[in-house]
């Protein structure tokens, strides 16, 4: 059966880790930089803190939103992390100099999601509304928005080569954007919200995961579930 639940796969072994970083608040979300050096956590507080992987030392606390932050990412091989609130923003900082670089105002709803592409040049971030944004890193400017709604959209994610953008929804479909063409097409994924996506490597698979209790592999070019 080409769904996985709700034991994990046998080949999987987990350990446990040298260092736990305790936090006295929710946090929603964690992002690893590219050199695994530091990890991002986004709080619900509305700060990101920035920790040190070998000390869990706090490196820095990016303050900027004014509610909580739903989501983080880091650019692939740069300095920049991106973050997104329930203040309808999105903030990009450079955790060299600690500074905020920019803001990606556009959204009309809190933004739970956001993601960037591997090569490091769109953004995309998606609300409550089922609105998704993608936003141009160079000219840090919106690119183009799309309506996926109503309901929220909970992830979303890139392919290898950033063509095609999925996006995990409440109602338990998902939908799968050409990001040049902007022709969208959906299909139903869990019979509860879709809480989760992400294309395996180069794209070759898509993982789903929803509040069904269930994790669905795909094959993203007939949207079919490959058999076992």
């Not at 109602?171 to 869990?190: E, I, K, M, P, W």
């Amino acid at each position: 059966h080409p769904s996985i639940h709700p034991s994990i796969h046998p080949s999987i072994c987990l350990s446990p880790f040298s260092i736990t970083i305790a936090y006295p608040e929710c946090l929603w979300d964690c992002a690893w930089n590219w050199s695994g050096e530091c990890i991002a956590v986004a709080s619900a507080s509305g700060h990101v803190m920035l920790f040190d992987t070998e000390t869990s030392e706090v490196r820095h606390c990016f303050k900027g939103h004014v509610d909580a932050v739903n989501a983080c990412t880091f650019v692939p091989y740069t300095s920049l992390l991106c973050s997104a609130s329930s203040d309808m923003t999105v903030q990009l900082w450079d955790i060299r100099t600690n500074k905020k670089v920019g803001s990606f105002l556009g959204h009309a709803s809190p933004v739970f999601a956001a993601t960037t592409t591997a090569q490091g040049d769109i953004i995309a971030s998606a609300d409550s509304d089922g609105n998704l944004h993608m936003w141009d890193l160079r000219s840090m400017s919106e690119v183009y928005a799309v309506q996926f709604g109503p309901g929220k959209i909970n992830d979303v994610a890139f392919d290898h080569r950033g063509d095609v953008l999925a996006a995990a929804l409440s109602d338990g479909s998902v939908r799968l954007l050409n990001t040049a063409s902007q022709y969208a097409t959906g299909f139903s994924s869990h019979v509860a919200s879709c809480q989760s996506c992400a294309f395996g490597e180069m794209g070759k698979k898509f993982y789903t995961a929803g509040m069904d209790g269930l994790v669905n592999i795909w094959s993203p070019c007939t949207q079919q579930q490959p058999a076992k």
